[in-house]
């Protein structure tokens, strides 16, 4: 989403990295690039404004200390990073958990903003705390709202409550009473209420949701916005901060092809922190709104601790562990631990996502956005049609297993002698790690060794080191013979 967004930010960091001493004229001309690029972002004005005020004082405050340093582009690129970081909500707060349970959350929003999905979501994630959510279908209006519910809630072993059948029959604030009282008979900690939506903000709209707030008391009212829609996602959030109140905001599409201005106003207009952020249409798309972190992959940094957290979700602690302790004693790291690691990254999700998550990334967009996630499935069908010897000890592997190999897993030889190169290439690099690190330590993200890189796509060739030849004219001729 913030693509456009970072582009323009490195752009205007370039300039002042080929300065050596920093002016206030170099400080303004950054500002007004920022200004622009936020601006063309769908950033509100006002919003713009005072980030662009904050940090130029901030720079021409701290210019004659700026230039002292080695680096003094860097200290400007921290100021705006500190702002930028302020302006998406700093540290934010996690969900208030109710003294006594259940703890009810109450999600509004606009129809189409995804709240239903997002429920799902919300209760899955919250499931995998060691919670027992429920999910109340209280959206009686939206034609087969609570039929989308509970396949949700079915796709993710979430009970759902739902008395009525939707469509314009029943009553939403009942629904939502009974449903907080069956969670505590049932003795389920968390309770969900899924509320109906409009397409625009009425009187109707406000008052449904204003019965549903008063009659189960929430612990927690989030706002749901879709961040594709600009300058009315603010507007929309004022709107029903006035009327009904709320005290997180969710932004759901965070993946779509927007601008994002939505994510860096809501917060400075309502002042309500953003608490989760929804990247895609599968359930697991899901997760905590770092500002940090955000801040970090808007300006070209990357979101290395999140990629790390996925990481280890996806590889689980018994194999996480047996593999450092082989890089640690200096073992080979094999075709079969390969192939965990591959499971791994199958768990993770979106390989596209996860590349766009490493610094730099925006340099190599084309590449990402292009990447084949299949080409997982396909290196893994290799490596799956291999022995447990050849896995073990790839020298086996010599022509006519290559072959059996290609055929067993629908591939080509080319295929296969393409991955047996890199799988060779990242022995080596793990072997330099390792002895550079005096044999200890382990690679940076677990579960992903830093040497194997990604599976080449199909019919890429790996061209091979060449040899230096010989100084000697007979021995070279007969080499080159």
Same mark, same amino acid.
């Given at each position: 989403m913030f693509d456009n967004l970072t582009s323009k930010f490195a752009s205007a960091f370039?300039?002042?990295?080929?300065?050596?001493?920093?002016?206030?004229?170099?400080?303004?001309?950054?500002?007004?690039?920022?200004?622009?690029?936020?601006?063309?972002?769908?950033?509100?004005?006002? +919003?713009?404004?005072?980030? +662009?005020?904050?940090?130029?004082?901030?720079?021409?405050?701290?210019?004659?200390?700026?230039?002292?340093?080695?680096?003094?582009?860097?200290?400007?690129?921290?100021?705006?990073?500190?702002?930028?970081?302020?302006?998406?909500?700093?540290?934010?707060?996690?969900?208030?958990?109710?003294?006594k349970a259940p703890t009810v959350i109450m999600l509004t929003g606009l129809q189409g903003a995804g709240k239903t999905s997002l429920a799902g979501k919300l209760a899955l994630h919250?499931?995998?705390?060691?919670?027992?959510?429920?999910?109340?279908?209280s959206d009686l209006q939206r034609p087969n709202a609570v039929t989308q519910l509970q396949t949700v809630g079915d796709s993710i072993k979430v009970p759902v409550f739902a008395p009525e059948p939707g469509n314009g029959v029943g009553d939403? +604030?009942? +629904?939502?009473?009974?449903?907080?009282?069956?969670?505590?008979?049932?003795?389920?900690?968390?309770?969900?209420?899924?509320?109906?939506?409009?397409?625009?903000?009425?009187?109707?709209?406000?008052?449904?949701?204003?019965?549903?707030?008063?009659?189960?008391?929430?612990?927690?009212?989030?706002?749901?916005?879709?961040?594709?829609?600009?300058?009315?996602?603010?507007?929309?959030?004022?709107?029903?901060?006035e009327g009904v109140g709320f005290d997180g905001v969710v932004l759901t599409k965070l993946d779509g092809d927007a601008r994002g201005g939505a994510a860096l106003s809501v917060l400075a207009k309502t002042g309500k922190p953003i608490l989760f952020a929804s990247t895609g249409e599968k359930v697991e798309d899901f997760d905590l709104f770092y500002p940090d972190r955000m801040a970090s992959r808007i300006l070209g940094m990357g979101d290395i601790q999140t990629l790390a957290e996925q990481a280890k979700r996806a590889m689980d602690t018994t194999t996480t562990s047996?593999?450092?302790?082989?890089?640690?004693?200096?073992?080979?790291?094999?075709?079969?631990?390969?192939?965990?690691?591959?499971?791994?990254?199958k768990n993770m999700g979106s390989m596209s996502k996860m590349l766009a998550m490493l610094p730099g990334a925006g340099a190599i967009k084309k590449q990402i956005e292009n990447f084949d996630d299949n080409e997982l499935v396909r290196t893994q069908a290799i490596v799956q049609s291999m022995t447990p010897a050849e896995r073990n000890d790839p020298k086996l592997l010599n022509g006519s297993r290559r072959a059996r190999i290609a055929k067993g897993s629908g591939r080509q030889v080319s295929e296969v002698n393409n991955l047996v190169d890199r799988f060779a290439g990242a022995q080596k690099m793990m072997k330099q790690m390792r002895a550079g690190a005096g044999g200890k330590g382990s690679p940076s993200i677990p579960g992903m060794p830093a040497g194997m890189g990604l599976p080449a796509p199909a019919g890429q060739k790996v061209t091979p080191k060449k040899k230096s030849k010989s100084g000697n004219p007979a021995k070279r001729a007969a080499e080159e013979a």
């Open positions: 370039s300039s002042l990295r080929a300065k050596g001493r920093l002016k206030s004229g170099d400080i303004d001309s950054v500002a007004a690039e920022i200004r622009a690029a936020l601006i063309e972002s769908d950033v509100a004005l006002d +919003v713009v404004e005072s980030f +662009v005020t904050r940090i130029t004082d901030r720079s021409l405050e701290k210019l004659e200390e700026v230039n002292k340093g080695i680096n003094p582009s860097q200290a400007i690129f921290t100021i705006v990073n500190e702002e930028l970081t302020a302006i998406l909500g700093g540290n934010s707060r996690r969900i208030r958990m109710a003294k919250l499931k995998k705390d060691g919670n027992t959510p429920l999910l109340v279908a939403p +604030v009942a +629904v939502a009473k009974a449903g907080v009282k069956f969670a505590q008979e049932k003795f389920y900690n968390i309770v969900i209420v899924d509320t109906a939506g409009r397409l625009g903000v009425d009187r109707e709209l406000m008052q449904e949701a204003i019965k549903i707030r008063d009659a189960v008391s929430p612990d927690e009212i989030l706002f749901v916005v879709d961040a594709m829609v600009g300058q009315d996602a603010v507007r929309t959030a004022q709107a029903f901060q047996r593999l450092e302790e082989k890089f640690a004693k200096g073992e080979d790291f094999t075709l079969t631990d390969f192939l965990s690691q591959l499971e791994a990254m």
